[in-house]
């Protein structure tokens, strides 16, 4: 590990503000000796039992036990059964909230980023949380990661300001209601890296 590591303490604050400030951070794999790094763009929060739009709306399960533990955790899961998608457990024990990581920028490691995402041109290798995670080689084996993690972390990079930062309603969650409408979608404003525009 290298630079100014996260430390657990940043993921234990309300989600909203985890998912914010995570804009301009690296997030670090260490893959085979090799750093390869991306630079958070884009962020969804999701605060948990009381979120119609979460996966721990309906209590603990197997697939989501790891969302109620510790701060600073990683949750991965299986979507469609064809994308990982990586999320970052936030605040206190037991609520369950946590921040997904939509889009990043690559930063480091590019030529094993291009191996990993072959084919397909360097915008749309972290384009997305599924292809955020095949960037970086993530799947289900890195669930449950207390962070920082020799294979898994973040470090401080650049924060960006609020003059810089816009918020959205999240992505997919049509069947939340009202929660579907939040603007918990935090985007880096004009950059070409986010998901969707």
């Given at each position: 590990m290298s630079g100014r590591i996260l430390a657990p303490a940043f993921f234990a604050r309300p989600v909203l503000t985890v998912a914010r400030d995570l804009l301009g951070r690296h997030l670090v794999r260490e893959l085979a000796?090799?750093?390869?790094?991306?630079?958070?763009v884009e962020t969804e929060a999701y605060a948990g039992p009381t979120d119609a739009a979460?996966?721990?709306?309906g209590g603990p399960t197997p697939r989501n036990r790891v969302m109620f533990g510790?701060?600073?955790v990683s949750y991965v899961y299986l979507i469609y059964g064809l994308h990982h998608c990586l999320n970052l457990v936030c605040g206190p024990a037991g609520e369950a909230a946590a921040v997904l990581l939509r889009a990043g920028e690559p930063w480091a490691g590019l030529e094993r980023m291009a191996q990993l995402r072959a084919g397909r041109p360097?915008?749309?290798w972290a384009r997305g949380p599924g292809r955020l995670c095949a960037a970086l080689a993530l799947d289900r084996r890195h669930d449950g990661l207390?962070?920082?993690?020799?294979?898994?972390?973040?470090?401080?990079?650049?924060?960006l300001p609020a003059a810089a930062v816009t918020r959205r309603p999240r992505?997919?969650?049509d069947y939340a209601g009202p929660a579907a409408r939040w603007p918990w979608r935090f985007i880096e404003k004009d950059?070409?890296?986010v998901s969707r525009a």
């Open positions: 000796g090799e750093r390869l790094v991306l630079r958070i979460s996966h721990a709306r510790p701060p600073g360097r915008r749309d207390a962070l920082p993690h020799p294979e898994l972390w973040l470090e401080a990079g650049r924060p992505v997919g969650v950059s070409p890296w």
